[in-house]
């Protein structure tokens, strides 16, 4: 399986939505879990979201009620959509499944 490719960063005002996107070459199918993680500065890398085979999802106390994730198994892509961004949610998003992690993509929130 490939390196996913996270797309859809970039600089936003406080309040602002966003929509990241994370590619998965190959079979999308055979993996159960897919996670979005985010990075701020001179911060851990934390989970935000997960989606597994069936759809189902989870999210974290920090993406609850602003965030969705979904995925487009016919194009092997997973969403991001960010809503109500504020400047704590600067960060550099990464997409991860079956322990490959990608390159990230960042997201800066000005005030």
């Known amino acids: 399986q490939g390196r996913p490719v996270e797309a859809g960063g970039g600089l936003v005002q406080s309040g602002a939505s966003r929509r990241l996107a994370c590619v998965i070459p190959?079979?999308?199918?055979?993996?159960?879990?897919v996670d979005w993680y985010r990075q701020g500065p001179g911060k851990k890398r934390d989970l935000v979201a997960t989606i597994d085979e069936g759809g189902a999802t989870n999210y974290s106390t920090i993406a609850r009620g602003r965030f969705v994730i979904s995925r487009d198994n016919a194009r092997n892509t997973i969403y991001l959509q960010m809503n109500n961004l504020n400047v704590d949610d600067t960060a550099v998003y990464y997409c991860h499944y079956g322990g490959i992690w990608g390159q990230g993509t960042e997201l800066t929130v000005s005030s």
């Open positions: 190959g079979s999308l199918f055979r993996w159960n879990v």
